[in-house]
């Protein structure tokens, strides 16, 4: 089974077309114009094994903030629509990542409900476009618009391009795990048969 997603959303403010193959290995091209956004997507691919394409134009000229949120609600739409009626998958993942100085932990459900829990605090900034308050931005719309429930916890300050990175990295690796198809599941894991 070949789970698979294609998504465009087109506003005002931003054009996005992202196309998304859960049984992956990392494979396609991630341009946002946003440099660091691209380097967390192709992070995110690699260590959550999905095959993914992301195209998006946007009004840069105001800063990164619509980019982001718009292609993390659009990856949300596809990894919602991968997932159906989520039978089989296991549901729940978990990574700590280290990042030299760096660590960050992510605990995900697959719950369909909404939720993101973010603690730790990132530098004000901006790393390659990125305005590091983004970080949350991403994951809250992801969360809102893929029905995951995410706790992350940037656990030890550092760099804050470490810091990110390892956020992306314990989430991707997370997803990687939730994801996953549990030969022991016959139907949705949940007891009230369906999330």
């Known amino acids: 089974m070949t789970r698979t997603a294609e998504i465009s959303r087109e506003t005002r403010e931003t ?8 049984e992956g290995t990392g494979a396609g091209v991630r341009s946002t114009g946003v440099g660091f956004l691209d380097h967390m997507l192709d992070l995110l691919a690699r260590h959550a094994r999905l095959d993914l394409d992301v195209t998006v134009s946007g009004d840069l000229e105001t800063g ?3 980019t982001v949120e718009d292609t993390a609600i659009v990856l949300g739409q596809a990894l919602d629509k991968a997932l159906a009626d989520r039978a089989g998958i296991y549901r729940y993942g978990h990574a700590i990542v280290p990042m030299d100085e760096a660590r960050a932990m992510c605990a995900i459900d697959i719950s369909g409900r909404p ?3 973010l603690t730790g605090e990132l530098p004000p900034g901006s790393t390659g476009g990125f305005e590091h308050e983004l970080l949350e931005e991403f994951f809250r719309a992801l969360a809102n618009n893929a029905k995951l429930t995410i706790h992350i916890a ?5 760099n804050a391009h470490h810091m990110i ?9 997370s997803l990687r795990a939730a994801v996953a198809l549990d030969p022991t599941e016959t139907g949705v894991p949940s007891t009230k048969g369906m999330l």
């Open 154 to 158: 940037l656990e030890a300050p550092g």
């Open 165 to 173: 990175e390892a956020a992306f990295k314990a989430f991707a690796r």
């Open 64 to 66: 990164g903030h619509h």
């Open 15 to 22: 054009n996005v077309a992202l196309s998304l193959t859960l």
């Open 115 to 117: 939720f993101l829990a």
